[in-house]
Protein backbone atom coordinates (compact mmCIF):
# COMPACT_ATOMS: atom_id res chain seq x y z
CA UNK A 1 0.00 0.00 0.00
CA UNK A 2 0.74 3.63 -0.56
CA UNK A 3 -0.44 6.35 1.79
CA UNK A 4 -0.21 9.70 -0.44
CA UNK A 5 -1.06 12.93 2.07
CA UNK A 6 -1.35 16.78 0.34
CA UNK A 7 -0.63 19.67 1.71
CA UNK A 8 -0.34 23.56 0.81
CA UNK A 9 -4.12 24.58 -0.70
CA UNK A 10 -5.78 27.38 0.61
CA UNK A 11 -6.88 30.61 -0.13
CA UNK A 12 -5.31 32.93 -2.94
CA UNK A 13 -6.31 35.73 -4.95
CA UNK A 14 -6.46 35.62 -8.70
CA UNK A 15 -2.95 36.23 -10.36
CA UNK A 16 -1.52 34.64 -7.11
CA UNK A 17 0.93 31.70 -6.71
CA UNK A 18 0.81 28.41 -4.69
CA UNK A 19 2.32 25.42 -4.64
CA UNK A 20 0.99 21.83 -3.44
CA UNK A 21 2.63 19.08 -2.12
CA UNK A 22 1.84 15.68 -1.85
CA UNK A 23 4.26 12.92 0.43
CA UNK A 24 4.26 9.37 -0.54
CA UNK A 25 4.94 6.82 2.32
CA UNK A 26 4.40 3.14 2.83
CA UNK A 27 5.13 0.55 -0.12
CA UNK A 28 6.67 3.49 -2.38
CA UNK A 29 9.24 1.75 -4.13
CA UNK A 30 8.21 0.82 -8.08
CA UNK A 31 6.47 3.86 -7.89
CA UNK A 32 6.31 4.43 -11.66
CA UNK A 33 4.08 8.25 -11.60
CA UNK A 34 2.42 10.30 -9.75
CA UNK A 35 -0.13 13.22 -10.97
CA UNK A 36 -2.32 15.45 -10.03
CA UNK A 37 -6.15 15.63 -10.25
CA UNK A 38 -8.81 18.08 -9.26
CA UNK A 39 -12.60 18.37 -8.97
CA UNK A 40 -14.75 21.87 -9.08
CA UNK A 41 -18.46 21.72 -7.12
CA UNK A 42 -20.66 20.10 -9.84
CA UNK A 43 -17.71 18.67 -12.25
CA UNK A 44 -16.14 15.43 -12.68
CA UNK A 45 -12.18 15.28 -11.56
CA UNK A 46 -10.41 15.82 -14.42
CA UNK A 47 -6.18 15.49 -14.98
CA UNK A 48 -3.72 18.38 -14.15
CA UNK A 49 -0.61 16.90 -14.49
CA UNK A 50 1.93 13.96 -14.59
CA UNK A 51 5.52 13.01 -14.01
CA UNK A 52 7.16 10.01 -14.69
CA UNK A 53 8.92 8.93 -11.40
CA UNK A 54 12.39 7.63 -12.43
CA UNK A 55 12.82 9.85 -15.67
CA UNK A 56 10.76 13.22 -14.63
CA UNK A 57 8.83 13.69 -17.96
CA UNK A 58 5.96 15.22 -17.77
CA UNK A 59 2.10 16.26 -19.12
CA UNK A 60 0.07 18.76 -18.50
CA UNK A 61 -3.61 19.37 -19.74
CA UNK A 62 -4.02 22.26 -21.85
CA UNK A 63 -6.34 24.50 -19.17
CA UNK A 64 -2.77 24.45 -17.21
CA UNK A 65 0.21 24.17 -19.21
CA UNK A 66 2.50 27.37 -19.31
CA UNK A 67 0.79 28.14 -15.47
CA UNK A 68 1.47 24.91 -13.43
CA UNK A 69 4.83 23.26 -12.97
CA UNK A 70 4.93 19.45 -11.73
CA UNK A 71 8.41 17.97 -10.10
CA UNK A 72 9.76 15.44 -8.00
CA UNK A 73 11.75 14.48 -4.98
CA UNK A 74 12.79 10.94 -5.01
CA UNK A 75 14.85 11.33 -2.12
CA UNK A 76 11.99 12.77 0.17
CA UNK A 77 9.19 10.70 -1.86
CA UNK A 78 7.32 13.74 -2.42
CA UNK A 79 5.90 15.35 -5.62
CA UNK A 80 4.76 19.32 -5.80
CA UNK A 81 2.72 21.72 -8.03
CA UNK A 82 3.73 24.81 -8.90
CA UNK A 83 0.63 26.79 -9.63
CA UNK A 84 1.35 30.19 -10.98
CA UNK A 85 -1.32 33.06 -12.52
CA UNK A 86 -4.16 31.42 -10.57
CA UNK A 87 -7.86 32.03 -12.29
CA UNK A 88 -11.27 31.51 -10.19
CA UNK A 89 -11.50 28.60 -12.41
CA UNK A 90 -9.07 26.71 -10.99
CA UNK A 91 -10.86 26.53 -7.76
CA UNK A 92 -10.86 23.03 -6.84
CA UNK A 93 -10.35 19.99 -4.27
CA UNK A 94 -7.15 18.86 -5.96
CA UNK A 95 -5.98 15.31 -5.55
CA UNK A 96 -2.35 13.88 -6.06
CA UNK A 97 -2.49 9.92 -7.29
CA UNK A 98 0.62 7.22 -7.62
CA UNK A 99 0.32 4.75 -9.62
CA UNK A 100 2.69 1.31 -9.91
CA UNK A 101 2.02 0.02 -13.03
CA UNK A 102 4.79 0.29 -15.23
CA UNK A 103 2.31 -0.80 -18.53
CA UNK A 104 0.37 2.40 -18.51
CA UNK A 105 1.39 5.41 -20.45
CA UNK A 106 2.23 8.99 -19.01
CA UNK A 107 -0.80 9.92 -19.49
CA UNK A 108 -3.31 7.58 -18.56
CA UNK A 109 -5.90 8.12 -16.34
CA UNK A 110 -5.52 5.24 -14.53
CA UNK A 111 -3.66 5.78 -11.06
CA UNK A 112 -3.49 2.91 -8.19
CA UNK A 113 -3.45 5.57 -4.92
CA UNK A 114 -5.08 8.68 -4.21
CA UNK A 115 -4.74 11.22 -1.33
CA UNK A 116 -7.61 12.51 0.49
CA UNK A 117 -7.29 16.29 -1.47
CA UNK A 118 -6.43 19.67 -0.70
CA UNK A 119 -8.99 22.50 -1.46
CA UNK A 120 -7.52 25.45 -3.42
CA UNK A 121 -9.82 28.58 -3.67
CA UNK A 122 -9.15 31.13 -5.77
CA UNK A 123 -10.95 34.49 -5.57
CA UNK A 124 -11.50 37.08 -8.05
Known amino acids: QVQLVESGGGLVQAGGSMRLSCAAS????????MGWFRQAPGKEREFVAT????????AYADSVKGRFTISRDNARATVYLQMNSLKPEDTAVYYC?????????????????WGQGTQVTVSS
Open 97 to 113: AADKSASRSLLSLGYDY
Open 51 to 58: INWRGGST
Open 26 to 33: GRTFGVYR
